[in-house]
């Protein structure tokens, strides 16, 4: 017993003598530029009581140097020139330090990563977000050439459809616009991911040309519009509001337009006791000399109310806000 109460004393004295080594924070915290110089890397460090807060602040501090820089890039009108690619491999390599997680933010960030610390002394998380330039450049030019593609694609649809019909040109030209947007933001980003790459001014140019075609043929697109089943003509002004707004021209009905817009409206009113019920449905098609160019149908789940007079203005102001929210929508996005 003795021999094991001496062990025990010894044990308890080394404890003492030689105390437990400080765990040692990481390079990156002590000197960020260090492991993350800006030639190769966009990146902050940031420290708070949770590692979910360190990380939003890290991330809101990236997030705050492209939304400045890239609002200085718009505004200096930088010139874009075709770009280069570099295969090299090495693009690829990575070193991972400590615990990496890669995400995509809600800031529209491409390619941020984050590696977190965890010191006890001060009770605090350290995050470090970052991009490394060589890793997100190739991956944003893979993703700038696919919008590219789906431009042309609809581009070109949109040119071979303006001779008969100008209405579904610019819906193709729309389509196109989409992916214009998305190219171009990109453009801007690897601008400061990358700024050695150069991309086609004249690509950045015609993407950027498409909004003014589209008006241009919406103000050359005449339309008559017919409408049934609306007695106080709340929705058909609603409807000519709504393709005023995107530049066409409205003729009387009788008059000579390129389209013939048709707007019926279905009420479907019975009377189940002392309450009104309807189940109202609307559908508006437009067709040119060629057929019809675009449709689009709504039916509506049962409608009450006390006094048919209360109801009829319930179904007009139910389609109305219907109309305003989805009709224009539907009809650039239906092609």
């Given at each position: ?8 004393v ?46 939003e602040?890290?991330?809101?501090l990236?997030s ?11 505004n ?56 490394d ?6 991956l ?5 050439e ?25 819906r ?11 190219y ?80 019926e ?20 098609v ?24 209360t109801l ?9 806000e ?8 539907e ?5």
């Amino acid at each position: 017993m003795n021999r094991v109460l001496f062990l025990f004393v010894l044990l308890v004295s080394c404890s003492f003598v030689f105390p437990k080594a400080k765990r040692t924070a990481p390079e990156w915290v002590l000197n960020f530029k260090s492991v993350y110089p800006s030639e190769k890397y966009i990146g902050y460090v940031s420290s708070a009581r949770t590692e979910d807060e360190a990380k939003e602040k890290s991330l809101g501090l990236i997030s705050n140097y492209f939304n400045t820089s890239i609002q200085s890039v718009s505004n200096s009108n930088s010139v874009l020139i075709e770009a280069n690619f570099n295969d090299d491999s090495s693009w690829y390599k990575k070193n991972t330090m400590n615990r990496t997680v890669t995400v995509k933010s809600d800031a529209n960030l491409f390619g941020v990563e984050y590696n977190f610390y965890f010191s006890e002394g001060e009770n605090l998380y350290y995050c470090a977000a970052f991009i490394d330039r060589a890793l997100c450049a190739p991956l944003i030019l893979q993703r700038m050439e696919k919008n590219k593609k789906n431009f042309t694609d609809f581009y070109m649809l949109g040119q071979k459809s303006e001779k008969n019909d100008c209405m579904t040109a610019m819906r193709y030209y729309a389509k196109a616009s989409s992916f214009a947007s998305e190219y171009l933001s990109l453009a801007e980003y690897i601008s400061l991911i990358a700024p050695k790459v150069k991309i086609s001014k004249d690509d950045v140019e015609k993407m950027a040309g498409v909004s003014s075609r589209i008006s241009q043929l919406a103000q050359s697109s005449s339309i008559n519009i017919y409408a049934t089943g609306d007695s106080n003509a709340v929705l058909k002004t609603t409807v000519e509001n709504l393709f005023l707004n995107e530049g066409f021209i409205l003729k009387d009905f009788g008059e000579t337009a390129g389209y013939l817009m048709r707007i019926e409206i279905e009420r479907n009113i019975v009377a189940d006791g002392e309450v009104f019920i309807a189940t109202p449905r609307m559908a508006v098609v437009i067709s040119s000399a060629d057929g019809n160019v675009f449709s689009y149908s709504k039916t509506f789940e049962r409608l009450k109310a006390f006094k048919e007079s209360t109801l009829h203005k319930h179904i007009e102001t139910k389609l109305s806000e219907e109309l305003k929210k989805s009709l224009i929508k539907e009809f650039y996005e239906s092609i």
